[in-house]
């Protein structure tokens, strides 16, 4: 309504709904009159129209009180529903039972019984009819309008009815809504608000052909990933867009809503089971503590930092030395978690002097320590600069977190620190060494280690660059067909690495369930077709040879250590710990003097054989529930 006239009815619309709604009642109170008179009501002495005249005002009065008091005046009536039915005749038949009982009991006069029905259902069928008459005239008109796009809905229950609303009732969307697909079969041919339930996947490829269909959205957010990854697969020649609406504990309200959707992404593929946690625990553990987080501005300390900060610490401290990162998980975090007190901290997390003064004007209660290099190739060519950054930087943390009493330290340790072959899993092996060396009988502080696979879509991970190969045309590059990874989502890791630093006793390396491998071509390929694209013909993949140090397959535990049960069904911890010999703490400072001089061949050939568990000692890991 840009026109001059749709602006003038936009600024009266009030008064124009309640004049047209008094206006039906009169219709419908005089055509009452004249149904039970015969249309004349000049009969007996003209007594039916005198008394029309004298009651109508009445009636009008409280017709107008209850449109009010039940809030039929406002609304727009091309979206009436349900409830704006039973709203109208509650109003109705509450203000004729008022006007009867006033008229004949009250004033004593008399009236004709009948008129009295006729006219309830008469205004019913005017004030409630009026209205779904425009939404079913709108609707109507809205038949697939040109440059809308053709829509299907992946099920046809309450979410999928709720996504078909609001669709209908937005017209800027541009869309329009062909149908339900739905896997019962009991539901094939049945009708939804007009709209044929066409059957299951089967008659997919029938509706997609013959109904010029553009998008698909999947309104069953507990559809299994297998099913979802053959659909996808099955109709991925089609041009169609998938689209799919999160788990409810994703939407604020457990409301469902358009702006929701979000295209089917590989996480959705990869079969990963809604984590159940124990929130009291982690919320007893976190609630009113001093919390600090190294890294907080990579992809994992922001995101510890997010879930740290809805537990209401008492004072949040980030530690990043990344200004730019510092800069927005800060503004983040001061806007939506607003009654938590959080505090940048540029600078080094293996710096000693900013390690030992920020403790000690803090006094954290917990550490959680992300900060560190993950990428393996670079690490490979950067053997000193990973030991400072990984080794250094963990003893400096350690040393500080016994001195200054912190309750609880958390490592955040990797897959690659097992049975290691690579610079940047050898630093993370002698970073869990140097934690769990800390975790003396006689130390205040719990000191634990978790350890798991890769994240999708954090920093240096394989996800992103890919993306970022599909993006520029390829082509997209792997190592070895074969190669295979565990894969976690981001929030789920920080969550589970919440819960283990909640349970930890102090001593212990816990290991995340990561679930079954993936082989990373099978990921490549789902990628280039969630793009819209065809592996081998719009995006070529090529396997470039494994990298130095690189495996096949990663392991969350080696067969030494063996893994025990927590009282977590998604968390494990190691039983028996290769840990450190006695004179570990000689040995891992030639390491790092090494590493000062920048000597990287010597550096490399050292860290080599002081992670290779040359004379590493073994030791039972703390029991945990059973472990």
């Not at 009651?55 to 009065?61: E, N, Q, R, Y």
């Not at 091309?78 to 203000?95: E, H, N, Q, T």
């Amino acid at each position: 309504m840009d026109s001059a006239p749709g602006r003038w009815v936009l600024r009266h619309r009030r008064s124009l709904v309640v004049t047209s709604q008094l206006g039906l009642v009169v219709v419908s109170y005089l055509l009452s009159f004249q149904l039970r008179f015969d249309f004349d009501l000049t009969t007996q002495n003209r007594w039916p129209l005198n008394t029309f005249l004298k009651t109508l005002p009445l009636l009008l009065g409280l017709r107008a009180l209850a449109f009010y008091y039940w809030d039929l005046y406002r609304g727009w009536w091309r979206y009436v529903g349900m409830d704006d039915l039973l709203d109208i005749i509650k109003a109705v038949i509450a203000s004729s039972v008022i006007f009867i009982v006033l008229v004949m009991f009250v004033f004593r006069a008399e009236y004709p019984r009948s008129v009295f029905l006729i006219d309830t259902f008469i205004c019913v069928t005017f004030i409630g009819g009026i209205r779904f008459l425009l939404r079913a005239f709108r609707e109507a008109s809205r038949l697939r309008p040109r440059g809308a796009r053709g829509v299907l809905i992946y099920g046809a229950q309450e979410m999928g009815v709720e996504i078909l609303k609001e669709i209908r009732a937005n017209p800027n969307l541009h869309m329009t809504v062909l149908g339900f697909i739905d896997d019962y079969p009991l539901k094939k041919g049945w009708k939804i608000h007009g709209l044929p339930v066409f059957g299951g996947q089967d008659e997919l490829a029938h509706v997609l052909t013959g109904y010029g269909v553009d998008e698909i959205i999947i309104a069953t957010p507990a559809m299994r990933a297998k099913a979802l990854r053959s659909l996808v697969d099955r109709f991925r020649d089609s041009g169609v867009r998938f689209r799919i609406v999160p788990a409810m504990s994703d939407i604020l309200g457990g409301k469902v809503s358009v702006k929701h959707l979000r295209d089917v992404e590989v996480e959705d593929l990869l079969g990963r089971q809604e984590i159940k946690l124990d929130v009291e625990m982690i919320r007893e553990a976190f609630s009113g503590q001093r919390v600090l987080i190294t890294g907080a501005g990579g992809s994992i300390g922001s995101e510890i930092a997010r879930q740290a900060a809805a537990l209401f610490p008492a004072r949040l401290i980030l530690l990043e030395r990344n200004e730019n990162n510092l800069f927005y998980i800060h503004w983040e975090l001061t806007r939506r978690q607003s009654g938590v007190a959080v505090v940048p901290v540029i600078g080094d997390a293996g710096d000693p002097v900013l390690v030992n003064a920020l403790l000690e004007s803090e006094r954290p209660d917990i550490v959680l320590h992300a900060a560190a290099y993950k990428h393996v190739p670079l690490m490979e060519s950067n053997a000193a600069p990973a030991v400072l950054n990984n080794v250094r930087t963990t003893r400096v943390l350690v040393e500080a977190a016994a001195r200054h009493g912190v309750r609880r330290f958390v490592l955040i340790s990797t897959d690659k620190a097992v049975r290691p072959r690579n610079v940047m899993g050898r630093t993370k092996r002698l970073a869990e060494w140097i934690v769990l060396a800390g975790a003396q009988p006689s130390s205040r502080t719990r000191f634990m280690a978790v350890r798991f696979g890769n994240v999708l879509a954090s920093e240096g991970s394989v996800i992103p660059l890919f993306r970022r190969q599909i993006a520029e045309g390829g082509p997209v590059t792997i190592t070895h067909p074969d190669m295979m990874r565990y894969f976690m989502t981001i929030p789920e890791a920080v969550q589970l690495v919440m819960q283990a630093s909640a349970m930890g006793k102090g001593g212990e390396i816990f290991v995340l369930e990561m679930g079954e491998q993936v082989r990373i071509m099978d990921l490549a390929r789902n990628l280039i077709r969630l793009s819209g694209l065809e592996p081998d013909r719009d995006v070529e993949i090529v396997t470039t040879g494994l990298r130095p140090g690189e495996k096949l397959r990663e392991e969350l535990w080696d067969d030494a250590e063996g893994i025990g049960p927590t009282e977590h069904d998604k968390i494990r911890v190691v039983r028996k710990i290769q840990c450190c010999a006695t004179d570990f703490d000689r040995r891992l400072q030639e390491l790092i003097s090494l590493a000062e001089k920048g000597d990287e061949a010597a550096t490399r050939d050292r860290l080599a054989r002081l992670a290779e568990s040359d004379g590493a000692e073994e030791k039972v890991g703390a029991s945990v529930d059973g472990a």
